[in-house]
């Protein structure tokens, strides 16, 4: 097998993320070690093997034939491979997952309460303070984390695009962010002048904390100066939304994301212009979003329709 040209290829062409290269090259060690070869019973027999033998998850054994699928269409393109024989198989059923969100009046909540962390009276305050004092950078740290999740949960964007943003990335007199998506497809989402207002708050705390920043440098930056990376982001979500009420289940970037798609769509919005924001390749990605709001839907009117309970059906219409 191919899999270091493959790996090349989809790093410098595809430009896929290294944490996604990993997952397949581990995907395409795998199946070499499996002994299968690239036809659609070599196929069809790894993936028996991995749902019967290996115990893995239908969704699992999706994404395992998804990469081998990649990688036949990679060898299709050298000539090297006639058809794609991971196309003939058929693959296992998957459950669908109905994506998790948090509460609105959960997430009003928690702007309210953190408020102070990023008002301009706050940010007076740490300009008071030498940069290097223990109070500054606590001040600094807390508006940041504050604004990970306003950026998270205003724009809906994924946690590799919001750590992806450079200083270029933001026009704050046309109240838009440019953010560079899967594929390398650029979008522009429109911001709130709330958030507008508090990213210039944060801006003049991180100039003044870690010195004025180029437009190529990271628009949110570290207390040490550095760019976002995945574990610090995840930490910040964890931590703001762990001190705050009505935050149950999973505390995440991605949830944050699903949050203000569904809030969104109950609030009107078209799924094209939600699919156009959230940077999706397809209208099938966003409408997830729908049968979430269906299920919330059924449970409002379980709960209150007159004829909804146990004995409903003895009345008359």
Known sequence: MQIDAFIEYAG???????????????????????????????VRNYEVQLLDMEKMSARTVGMHLSVLSSYCKFLMK???????????????????????????????????STAPDADALNLDFLLSLPPGDKTALELYERRLRRLIVSVLYGTGVRRSELISLNIRSLNLARHTLSVLGKGDKMREIPLTSSLCDEISLYLKAADY????????EPLLRTPSGKRLYTVFVDRAVKKELSEAEGFTGRKSPHVLRHTIASELLDGGTDLNSIKEMLG????????????????????VYMNAHPRANKNGGNYGD
């Open 78 to 112: 050298k000539g090297e491979l006639e058809s794609n024989p991971v196309h003939l198989v058929r693959r296992p059923k998957q459950e669908k997952r109905l994506p998790s969100f948090y509460r609105e009046d959960a997430m009003k909540a928690y702007f309210s």
């Open 12 to 42: 410098g062409i595809r430009r896929y993320s290294p944490r996604t290269l990993d997952l397949y090259r581990e995907v395409l060690e795998r199946f070499e070690a499996s002994g299968e070869a690239l036809t659609p019973t070599g």
């Open 280 to 299: 999706h390749s397809s209208l099938a990605a966003t409408q997830v979003y729908t049968h979430s709001t269906i299920e919330r839907l059924k449970k």
């Open 209 to 216: 904390m870690l010195g004025p920043a180029g437009a190529e």
